[in-house]
């Protein structure tokens, strides 16, 4: 026996195979496939901690003639652990039993047998033939129930049939198992044989300190997001002072803003995605989710529980500043959430109290000409709701893809309910103060302290993150 233990996930065409393989190993690259029948050779996928292969599991393809097959092995006279080797000597060149030979071929090196079933189906025949096929091999076996759909009428009648065959089954939704169901179906693969009992306990306790390890990277890299996005900004000049040309460079620096938040969140998306071992995984673009709506859409902030009162409030502060009326409905969502500073005058200032440069020079290659402008900045971003939103789509986004089985080929859409707030609103006033601190920090240039912060900040990340939501 090989010191890695081999599990041949075997059953009927179709039943989920190939998706509880995937979702174990954490390997979107299994092929999953609605038609019937097209794996066709064995292949081995591993759990694998740091580079290092720890368990694995090979993708069969379905039993083609269980009846046939059981006919011959009930036959077959030789001792037990000739009966899969002898079985596939005698039908390796019929073509009919192709299937069948090479799903066997695994078992005939010692691997165990995790046999897949979809359980919201009910029992056939075939299904009889195939439990007791997989009993005559004597190999150690557990039954794995799929219910595709989520359909559990059957299952009482299908643990009622297991019973005689595997001492354990268990209820496992390829499509939708998180990683707690993961170490569980794990560990009850520890019952079936003793002698492999220990590598698996070995292999779940590596496991569950690599999930605390991508919790902490994820923390680290969601406070690397707040720690970027909170201090950036955009500035330029406009050509000239008319209400027209201001307007135009008020209107390039926002979209310059908005897209380098956008690059952002993006970069954090892709770290949290790489961390969950994903390739396929998409949310980013999908229609009605919060975390892939624009941050600057008035649905995301309504989604998040802001108010529209909530939202003149802030506005009413940088209007206070600058003394000026803005309108809300238009440039209260996309504009007037964050600062827009002067970068004479410094300090924060809005739009209209942006003063014209007397005189600038700008340089023009051989030609130097004075031109009059409008130095603008957009940014820092100082209104802590703002920050608390780019939280909670990040918090959406991690509790999506980390819970995302690899076996789901779909795109995501993470929708809230209508009027459900984002986490961060249910959190204490401690909790946010602190989060509000570290903006504070980063808005004044202290990155030391900034800095200190860190540690705690990203404990009540880890926090948040292994809330049930
Ligand atoms: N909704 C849902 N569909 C599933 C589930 N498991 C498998 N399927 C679908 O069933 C089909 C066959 O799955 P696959 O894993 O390729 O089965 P295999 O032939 O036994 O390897 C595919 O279209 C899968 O998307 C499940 O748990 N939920
Ligand atoms: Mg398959």
Redesign the pocket.
């Known amino acids: 026996m090989s010191e890695v233990p081999v599990f041949a996930v075997v059953?009927h065409?179709?039943?989920?195979?190939?998706?509880v393989v995937s979702t174990l190993t954490e390997d979107d690259s299994v092929p999953?496939?609605?038609v019937?029948g097209?794996?066709r050779q064995c292949v081995t996928y591993a759990i694998k901690v740091d580079g290092e292969t720890l368990l694995r599991f090979v993708?069969t393809p379905?039993f083609e003639m269980p009846q046939q097959t059981l006919r011959w092995m009930r036959q077959f006279s030789g001792p037990t652990e000739r009966l899969v080797e002898e079985f596939i000597l005698a039908h390796q060149d019929d073509p009919r039993f192709r299937d069948d030979c090479e799903l066997l071929r695994p078992l005939a090196k010692n691997a165990g047998i995790v046999y897949?079933v979809d359980g919201s189906r009910p029992l056939r025949p075939n299904d009889e033939a195939e439990m007791e096929i997989l009993r005559l091999t004597g190999r150690p076996r557990m039954a794995v129930i799929?219910?595709?759909?989520g359909d559990t009428t059957y299952l009482n009648e299908w643990k009622g049939a297991f019973g005689k065959t595997f001492n354990v089954n268990l209820q496992f939704?390829?499509?939708?198992a998180t990683f707690k169901e993961r170490i569980a179906l794990l560990q009850a693969l520890q019952h079936i044989e003793q002698e492999w009992g220990g590598a698996i306990a070995r292999v779940v306790a590596a496991l569950q300190a690599d999930w605390q390890g991508r919790l902490d990277a994820c923390a680290d890299a969601i406070l690397d997001l707040l720690a970027k996005a909170l201090t950036l900004l955009v500035s330029g000049t406009s050509p000239g002072e008319s209400v027209l040309e201001r307007e135009k460079q008020r209107e390039t620096l926002v979209a310059a803003f908005q897209d380098k938040l956008a690059r952002l969140e993006g970069e954090c998306r892709r770290e949290l995605k790489s961390r969950f071992q994903h390739n396929l995984f998409k949310a980013d673009l999908a229609a009605g989710s919060v975390a892939g709506q624009d941050l600057f859409s008035e649905e995301t902030w309504q989604v998040l529980g802001l108010t529209r009162q909530q939202l003149s409030l802030a506005m009413a502060t940088v209007g206070a500043t600058v003394g000026a009326a803005i309108d809300v409905a238009a440039a209260g969502v996309t504009f007037g959430v964050f600062t827009i500073g002067t970068g004479l005058a410094g300090g924060i200032a809005g739009w209209t109290a942006t003063r014209p440069l007397a005189r600038l020079k700008v340089e023009l290659g051989p030609y130097s000409r004075e031109l009059g402008g409008c130095r603008l900045q957009v940014g820092p971003l100082r209104n802590p709701q703002l920050m608390f939103v780019l939280l909670d789509r990040a918090l959406i986004y991690f509790h999506c893809v980390s819970n995302w089985a690899h076996?789901r080929?779909e795109e995501a859409t993470t929708t809230l309910a209508e009027g459900k707030k984002g986490v961060t609103a249910g959190w204490d006033r401690e909790r946010r103060r602190l989060f509000e601190k570290y903006q504070a920090c980063l808005l004044k240039g202290q990155l030391g302290k900034a800095n200190d912060l860190r540690s705690q900040l990203q404990q009540l990340l880890i926090r948040a993150m292994e809330e049930e939501r």
């Open positions: 059953g065409p179709n039943e989920g195979k190939s998706s999953i496939s609605a019937p097209e794996t993708d379905g897949v799929n219910p595709k759909g939704n390829a499509h939708r076996a080929r």
